[in-house]
């Protein structure tokens, strides 16, 4: 059988009795949306976050948008945000009507550059959504200085950093929101599509709760135009039977990934620099080649399917050609062009690992 970089069927094999019993659960129950299991989900993974409210959503994307909705940022207004990320973090920008802006990466960690944040602010900036990308925080701490000093909100794109830390303190903690995406291949996963909002302000979840779901205050009494974005009962079922599981999974990502540290010959690929201080979840493991086409060609030869992330740096998509902004963001664009993302997942061997492990080693191009 093919290695695949991630491979979500994997933790419904580890889980199959007990996820079977929640699909049968709900199944039985007759409750389909917005029933008990998305409210004890909420309340579980509010509690595994360290914050005080979660809002089920229909899936990251739209967990992004409605943050920013609910915080007012719209038409005339700028967001500044990585162009090393999936596109979905810039375009619900769009779908919120304001512009996103690039700020460019660390060379080594890929992560938002918070040292290259004050020159990209303006009048019309509203706020920040930092990226704790590949399941590594951010350096949340500077760029929450940046936003206190002057006046931006935060967004925390939580959707690949599920149970990541920095010292004892969550992600997700830092920023005004946090935004989680439950698709199959995340560090939480579901069946299909999921997300959430979170947040310890009170009057702001309140808001989001009201925005989720058509705006009603009371059924059929829509106060406002809403939005129709709901975590289902489904994947809310299976998503608690993977929270309880979560940390373990997490240990098992940090142990391959200590494993791949280990095997991986330096002087032919760039291993993942790890930040000091933060709890790394390894959503992926992400290596850097000068060959790397030629490295994922060979991989493919053997059966190891690998992936990219990202191919192209947002600033470069097509589909935000629209800005009309010409960006020189020389460490994204080199990243793209070297990243590659090795098979990462709860259920991979030791055996595994060195397998793959000795064809990047050997590879010459
Ligand atoms: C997956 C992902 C999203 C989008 O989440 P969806 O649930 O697919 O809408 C946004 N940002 C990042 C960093 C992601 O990895």
């Not at 992004?64 to 609910?70: G, P």
């Not at 940022?73 to 005339?76: D, K, Y």
């Not at 009494?221 to 974005?229: C, K, L, S």
């Not at 998503?239 to 929270?243: A, F, M, S, Y």
């Given at each position: ?10 933790e419904?094999s580890a889980l199959?009795k ?5 699909i ?13 299991e998305?409210?004890l ?12 409210y ?7 994307t739209d967990a ?7 915080l007012n940022?719209?038409?005339?207004d700028e967001?500044?945000?990585t ?7 810039a375009?619900?920008?769009v779908?919120?009507?304001a ?13 938002l550059d ?5 020159r990209a602010?303006t ?7 930092p990226?704790h ?5 951010c350096?949340i ?5 940046i936003?206190?000093k002057?006046?931006?909100k ?7 950093a599920?149970?990541a830390m ?19 291949t995340k560090?939480?996963?579901?069946i299909g599509d999921?997300g ?10 309140a808001k989001?709760r009201?925005l989720?779901n ?6 059929y ?9 709901r975590?289902d009962?489904?994947q809310?079922a299976i ?5 309880a ?6 240990a098992k990502r940090?142990q ?6 280990a095997?991986?010959?330096?002087s032919?690929?760039?291993k993942?620099k790890r ?5 790394h979840?390894f959503h992926?493991y992400?290596?850097?080649s ?9 991989l493919?030869?053997h059966d190891?399917?690998?992936q ?13 050609k629209?800005?009309?902004?010409t960006?020189?963001?020389p460490?994204?664009t ?11 997942y709860?259920?991979?061997t ?14 010459t191009?």
């Open positions: 059988m093919p290695l695949y970089t991630s491979y979500p069927k994997d419904y199959k007990p996820i079977q019993q929640a049968q659960r709900v199944l039985d129950s007759g409750v389909y949306v917005l029933g008990k998305v409210t989900f909420e309340q579980a993974f509010a509690q595994y976050c360290d914050l005080k979660a809002i089920g959503v229909g899936n990251g992004l948008f409605l943050s920013l909705k609910a940022i719209g038409p005339g967001v500044i945000t162009p090393m990320t999936a596109a979905y973090t375009f619900a920008v779908y919120a009507g512009t996103p802006v690039f700020v460019d990466v660390h060379p080594d960690t890929f992560e918070e040292t290259q944040i004050e602010i009048k019309r900036t509203k706020a920040i959504i990226v990308l590949f399941g590594q925080p350096n701490q500077a760029i929450m200085q936003a206190k002057h006046h931006l935060v967004i925390e794109d939580c959707c690949q599920h149970g920095v010292g004892k303190r969550r992600v997700g903690t830092f920023g005004d929101i946090a935004c989680y995406s439950f698709y199959p560090n939480l996963g579901g999921g959430a909002i979170l947040t310890n302000n009170k009057a702001l979840a989001i009201l989720h058509g705006h009603q205050t009371k059924k009494y829509h106060t406002a135009v809403g939005h129709n974005t975590l009962e489904m809310a998503l608690r039977v993977k929270l599981n979560l940390d373990a999974f997490i940090q391959i990934a200590d494993w791949y540290d095997l991986l010959d330096s032919k690929v760039v993942p930040s000091k201080g933060v709890r979840v992926l992400v290596i850097q000068k060959q790397r086409d030629a490295l994922q060609a060979h493919a030869k190891i399917i690998t990219v992330h990202y191919p192209w740096p947002l600033h470069a998509l097509p589909a935000f629209f800005l009309r902004k960006y020189r963001l460490h994204s080199a990243m793209s062009k070297m990243a590659l993302s090795l098979p990462m709860p259920g991979l030791r055996r595994q690992v060195e397998q793959i492990a000795k064809l990047v080693n050997q590879f191009a």
